[in-house]
């Protein structure tokens, strides 16, 4: 199962604020995903999907900050540019990628550069991992 907030980006500023709600979602290349840690909230980007075997793979890409808070994570996307990534590229089964609680904060285009290490994985014929992202990150 995949967290997400409603598409209008509104969140409960209730008592359970700055937790994620767990339910399924479709993502798209472009997506910036925020997952939780307990210490705070990290960052992924969707690159691109394609298929194998029939299977759904999830090619993403990983910043190296955490931040404190959600509005934090949206602020540091405001100005990506500044950002420092902290693995170029995971290919994950879908399955691992179900097992990666992420919600979607927005869609930017995905750049050139972003692309590089995704078609270096084409052009090689690389692996497909069955690990979530975090433990792929070594995060959990």
């Known amino acids: 199962m995949?967290?997400?907030?409603?598409?209008?980006?509104?969140?409960?500023?209730?008592?359970?604020?700055?937790?994620?709600s767990i339910m399924s979602q479709p993502f798209s290349p472009g997506d910036d995903l925020l997952f939780q840690?307990?210490?705070g909230f990290g960052l992924l980007r969707v690159i691109a999907t394609d298929e194998q075997e029939g299977k759904?793979?999830?090619?993403?890409?990983?910043?190296?900050?955490?931040?404190?808070d959600i509005d934090?994570?949206?602020?540091?996307?405001?100005?990506s540019e500044s950002l420092h990534v902290r693995n170029a590229?995971?290919?994950?089964?879908?399955?691992?990628?179900e097992r990666?609680?992420?919600?979607?904060?927005?869609?930017?285009?995905v750049t050139n550069q972003e692309r590089v290490e995704y078609e270096k994985w084409v052009?090689?014929?690389?692996?497909?991992?069955d690990r979530?992202?975090?433990?792929?990150?070594?995060?959990?």
């Open 123 to 129: 052009q090689e014929g690389g692996a497909v991992s």
């Open 37 to 39: 840690l307990e210490s």
């Open 56 to 68: 759904i793979v999830w090619h993403l890409m990983a910043y190296e900050e955490l931040f404190p």
């Open 89 to 97: 590229h995971m290919a994950l089964t879908d399955r691992a990628f």
């Open 100 to 109: 990666t609680p992420a919600a979607r904060l927005g869609n930017r285009p």
């Open 2 to 20: 995949i967290a997400n907030y409603p598409a209008d980006g509104a969140r409960n500023r209730g008592p359970s604020a700055g937790k994620l």
């Open 132 to 140: 979530s992202a975090l433990l792929m990150l070594g995060l959990r």
């Open 72 to 79: 934090s994570a949206e602020r540091a996307l405001a100005h």
